[in-house]
């Protein structure tokens, strides 16, 4: 089946500092790649479309120049937090979806949960 | 815009018994696919049953079966035989024809008891 990787699995990292997550599809060409946030106990948000080759769609609410998205190859997505606060500790979990119609899933990474000290 | 709500945020089923998720969703379409995703304590996100809106039939995976009802726009999740390990956050998900986007509801929290 389609697998989709995240790394890293977890960071724990100083406030002020970058870090970068990416999402990989194994055996598979990712034309579209989420990202989402979820919050202990809450549902998964999406925060970002990440579209190869062109710019990522951002939900309402997330701030572009904090969460840099790049979907350079049909293959890797990366999310880049930027100048990290504690209050963008959370868990971010990543999925890809192949190409064409039909009701196919999304491919869910196994997440990344970051810690800001 | 759609929206998913599962009404029941926490469930418990005895080991062997059955129990029925329930999953309700907004929607104006008239095709559509919905989803339900499980998450274990690991946090990873996996897939458990999903049905095209224009398919009648009710779709089954082994012990995991749904009862949707498109007039009502009801999507239930529906487990037999329950297992310790299906103890997990269940997600209901609402994804249209030709979108590429999920919908989540809030979850439902299952515990199994032994």
């Known amino acids: 089946g389609a697998v989709v990787s995240q790394h890293p699995s977890w960071v724990i990292c100083k406030s002020g500092t970058s870090v970068k997550i990416e999402c990989r599809s194994l055996?598979?060409?990712?034309?579209?790649m989420f990202w989402y946030r979820q919050f202990p106990k809450q549902s998964l948000m999406l925060m970002a479309t990440?579209?190869?080759?062109?710019?990522?769609?951002?939900e309402q609410g997330v701030e572009k120049d904090k969460f840099l998205i790049n979907h350079a190859s049909l293959t890797l997505s990366t999310l880049t937090v930027t100048s990290a606060h504690p209050e963008d500790s959370s868990f971010y979990i990543c999925?890809?979806?192949?190409?064409?119609?039909?009701?196919?899933?999304?491919?869910f990474g196994d997440g990344t949960r970051l810690s800001i000290l | 815009a759609q929206t998913v709500t599962q009404s029941q945020p926490e469930m418990s089923v005895q080991e062997a018994e059955t129990v029925t998720l329930s999953c309700t969703y907004d929607?104006?379409?008239?095709?559509?696919?919905l989803f339900w995703y499980k998450q274990p304590p690991s946090r990873q996100m996996i897939l458990v049953i999903r049905?095209?809106?224009?398919?009648?039939q009710n779709a089954t995976e082994n012990r995991f079966s749904v009862n949707f009802q498109k007039a009502a726009k009801s999507f239930s999740l529906k487990i037999s035989d329950s297992q310790l390990g299906d103890a997990a956050m269940y997600f209901c998900?609402?994804?249209?024809?030709?979108?590429?986007?999920?919908?989540f509801g809030p979850g439902t929290r299952l515990s199994v008891l032994p």
């Open positions: 999925s890809a979806i192949t190409t064409g119609g039909g009701p196919l899933a999304q491919h």
């Open positions: 055996d598979f060409q990712a034309t579209t």
């Open positions: 990440s579209n190869e080759g062109s710019k990522a769609t951002y």
């Open positions: 929607t104006s379409e008239s095709d559509y696919y």
């Open positions: 049905q095209e809106a224009y398919k009648q």
């Open positions: 998900a609402y994804r249209t024809l030709y979108g590429q986007n999920f919908v």
